[in-house]
């Protein structure tokens, strides 16, 4: 299968700071990434998705101004947390959308990023 | 609008024992469904994934799953659970069936007693 990318793995910084996260896709190109949050003990929530070359689309209730998304290549989306407070705290998850076959895209899955703002 | 609904938050089994996961789901277009396991503090693994053909479908580790679709059902099974089982389970579908957005359940946790 197709193999994505995080980084960082895990990352703490203090409430007020921004934070950005990477996601690649290494084999195959992602026109099309969809970004996750975990929240402990909790499902996958989609915050956004990320199309390249274009603005991201959110989800209802995800603030588009605090989460900034861009997807400037085939290869590489990018979640920066702005002003991060610790309700922020969570795991950041990120797939690319990749062919596999006729008709039919299968996302992939990026390891996860551990965000800790204290 | 799609949604899945897993029965069951946290379910434990004896070592040996079969192991049932129940997801259901709504879809007003034929579904593209999906299991996922997750290890503590790790990414989602795809175990299997029912798109169109063959209702049982086989997948890795020993499971597998039925797509039945005169019951909404996309259940998981393993004929015997091992100790390395023990995670969480993740039942989601895709909006429109064309790998889309992933609507996810709200996950089993799985806990396997020696």
């Known amino acids: 299968g197709a193999v994505v990318s995080q980084h960082p793995s895990w990352v703490i910084c203090k409430s007020g700071t921004s934070v950005k996260i990477e996601c690649r896709s290494l084999?195959?190109?992602?026109?099309?990434m969809f970004w996750y949050r975990q929240f402990p003990k909790q499902s996958l929530m989609l915050m956004a998705t990320s199309n390249e070359g274009s603005k991201a689309t959110y989800e209802q209730g995800v603030e588009k101004d605090k989460f900034l998304i861009n997807h400037a290549s085939l290869t590489l989306s990018t979640l920066t947390v702005t002003s991060a407070h610790p309700e922020d705290s969570s795991f950041y998850i990120c797939?690319?959308?990749?062919?596999?076959?006729?008709?039919?895209?299968?996302?992939?899955f990026g390891p996860g990023t551990r965000l800790t703002v204290l | 609008a799609q949604s899945v609904t897993q029965l069951g938050s946290h379910v434990s089994v004896s070592e040996g024992a079969l192991v049932l996961l129940r997801c259901n789901y709504s879809s007003s277009v034929p579904p593209y469904l999906f299991w996922y396991v997750q290890y503590p503090n790790q990414g989602l693994q795809l175990l299997l994934k029912?798109?169109?053909?063959?209702?049982l479908v086989k997948g890795i580790n020993g499971f597998e799953a039925e797509f039945k679709k005169s019951e909404t059902s996309f259940h998981l099974t393993k004929p015997s659970a091992h100790m390395s089982d023990a995670a969480e389970y993740f039942c989601?579908?895709?909006?429109?069936?064309?790998?889309?957005?992933?609507?996810f359940g709200q996950g089993t946790e799985l806990s396997v007693k020696p």
């Open positions: 989601a579908v895709t909006l429109g069936g064309q790998g889309g957005k992933l609507i």
């Open positions: 084999d195959f190109q992602a026109t099309t």
């Open positions: 029912y798109t169109t053909g063959a209702t």
């Open positions: 797939t690319g959308l990749d062919r596999v076959g006729r008709g039919y895209n299968e996302q992939f």
